[in-house]
């Protein structure tokens, strides 16, 4: 079945994203002919590594265009959390906030980020229910539906006995693949009943009854086990030949038990190697506590929390440490530590790419904050601290003309990088990029 949806301005969005796509990105006079490049704040122009760790301060539409002289079909997942429709999204809000204008500013935006991404990539786009049917047949128009992967539950508040009808406690993660036939099952660590144990100085997920004597019920008390010297009379020379080789290869482990002196055939699994599937509902409630133990307590409104990036950034990428990651709504910078946290759970070295406009925050909040880090001057190596909120957000009132008085949602995003990899990754470097649309 072919998905068709229909509203006014389809035409137009999808003509700018086709034409920003066959932009040929290999053409040598990429920099400076007229279309997005992207160079470094003192103003030179920068071609930056697939696998640096980037963030991009722009609009994401020329951004995006200008990813593709360096990250076309480079990008394994895509992780975005775009303005709701509230009619509050900051710098897009001239977009308007009825369904067709939000239809239109986000096509084109998803073709390109389809562009960037590998065979395998995913994209997950998070939002919650005002937009969700509307953004869910917008990407099968993208994608195909045959592509579609399906949807995730996040599971974000708790309470709400307030609430008019019926506590609205979750939020929308809508996948989608480039090819779904390249798609890889969707992981997370592994839980009980297998054990977790420190063995050579390394954790282990350790599972002892691997080897059975047969299937079906035990008896209370009876040992299900097969031990080890047991295996010929019970299976034969050929599974005894095959545990041996794996007690070879490190896989298993023989380990003393009950009391006639024999062994259980134990398999030991590095704990970052050790996985099941990911369930479709995740739990994950708030991110002002991630903030907070970063020292920015109370100065973002609604981040999303470093746990759900986490489990979805893990899920494509638990045997791929070396992935590139896509937020091109970047907010607070929630990806860029949930991409630290994934590093620091398997050692990997996988890279992030964030975009975000320089949006000025007017909240009262960001300036004490800023003037508590500083007065708001830069510090070497990067911006001052901001307020805001991932992918939508709010004011307090103050006008345009007082926006240079304020810090920007890219300077939080820059500063909560630098804290988070105080944590996650001590020595991090990522480069800051201008976006320049059409010089």
Known sequence: MTTVLEWTGKAAAIDLGRRLVDCDPEREG????????????????????????????????????????????????????????????????????????????????????????????????????????????????????????????????????????????????????????????FLTEKKSPAKLEVINGRRMLVETDVLRAGFGRYARGSERRLMYEDIVAVKGEGKLADVDAKLASGEYILRPWGTEGKHAVVRVTPAENASSKLYSIIKALGGQNDLELLGLAGVFSYPKPVELVKALVASQTFFDPDAIVLDFFAGSGTTAQAVMAANERDQGSRSFVLVQTPEPLRSKTARAVVTAAGGGAERTGGAVVAVGSDGAGGTDGATAAGDAEFPTISELTAERIRRAADVHSPGLIFTQLEVVDGE
């Open 30 to 185: 990429h920099l400076g002919d007229g279309r997005p490049h992207l160079r470094d704040v003192d103003g030179t122009a920068h071609v930056p590594d697939p696998h640096e760790n980037l963030l991009v301060v722009g609009d994401n539409l020329p951004a995006l265009t200008a990813l593709l002289a360096t990250h076309l079909r480079q990008v394994k997942v895509v992780y975005i959390d775009p303005p709701y429709n509230t009619g509050n999204a900051h710098t897009y809000k001239d977009h308007g906030h009825d369904h067709a204008s939000w239809l239109s500013f986000m096509t084109p935006r998803l073709l390109l980020a389809r562009e960037l991404m590998r065979e395998d990539g995913v994209l997950f786009l998070h939002l919650d229910d005002k937009e969700s049917a509307w953004a869910q047949l917008l990407g099968h128009e993208i994608f195909g539906e045959d592509n579609s992967l399906g949807t995730l539950i996040h599971q974000r508040a708790k309470g709400g006995g307030n609430a008019r009808s019926f506590v609205r406690g979750h939020d929308y993660v809508h996948v989608w693949a480039r090819d779904a036939n390249q798609v890889g099952p």
